[in-house]
């Protein structure tokens, strides 16, 4: 006898495996979003890890650098001699508190201008100095002048330009350093003028004393007695004391 299905039962299995096969295919793939949600959160938490060690490097770094810059910082502002470092157009990168003192301008006033523009009391002999750097990229060293500063009379310095490089050696602008050498230069001055008096020559013990008696007699009104023997600057001293 030939066995027959109804239509109905037909559709009963055929939506009993259909139901069977989503059911498979849903289960694969919640199980592979698990896997992958897992995998995900593994590699987030590998990442949050690797940001905040990151971080803490980052941030100590930071620390170190703040503390080296505010070290160079006190080192910069208490050195007696003025320091200006300049790009390759002349713009003032920085300057320490001593350019005040030397050249009568303050530091957070020059920062960004152009140095030639800075400065206006003086001859200016220190631009022209940073001038020959920038263009040969060479040193001049310790060439001293008397700066002729309106406020500053007699003001004499020795004036160094040297090339700015950065930590690859590349060539970024000068660095001027300005000693002021005024008192060394007047004494000096007053050493040589002792070595000699109106045209008599001599620096020893017995000859800076006659120095002084000379001195001393210019200033009275009276006649003097010079003597001594032949060939010992008897005409010298009478000339000095007329």
């Known amino acids: 006898m030939d066995q027959w299905i109804s239509l109905s039962e037909y559709k009963r299995v055929n939506l009993s495996e259909r139901y069977s096969q989503l059911y498979s295919s849903l289960k694969q793939e919640v199980t592979e979003r698990k896997r992958a949600g897992k995998e995900l959160k593994k590699h987030r938490n590998h990442l949050e890890k690797l940001v905040e060690e990151r971080t803490s490097e980052l941030k100590k770094s930071a620390q ?108 970024m602008g000068a660095v001027l350093l300005i000693r002021d050498i005024t008192r060394i230069s007047d004494l000096e001055g007053e050493l040589r003028e002792r070595h000699t008096f109106r045209n008599i020559i001599g620096k020893s013990r017995r000859m800076q004393d006659i120095y002084r008696h000379l001195e001393d007699l210019d200033d009275l009104g009276t006649t003097v007695l010079v003597t001594g023997e032949s060939g010992t600057g008897k005409e010298l001293v009478e000339s000095a004391l007329h």
Do not use: W
């Not at 990168?93 to 523009?117: Q, R």
């Open 64 to 171: 170190e650098l703040v503390k080296h810059q505010t070290h160079l910082e006190a080192i910069f502002g208490s050195v007696k001699d003025s320091i200006i470092t300049v790009d390759t157009e002349m713009r003032v990168i920085a300057a320490n508190t001593a350019m005040k003192e030397i050249c009568g301008a303050s530091p957070e006033k020059i920062i960004g201008k152009v140095f030639t523009d800075c400065i206006e009391q003086c001859d200016k002999t220190c631009h022209e100095l940073l001038k020959e750097t920038l263009k040969s990229k060479n040193t001049v060293k310790e060439y001293q002048v008397e700066c002729k500063h309106q406020q500053r009379v007699k003001q004499t310095v020795k004036v160094t330009s040297s090339p700015l490089l950065d930590r690859d050696g590349t060539f």
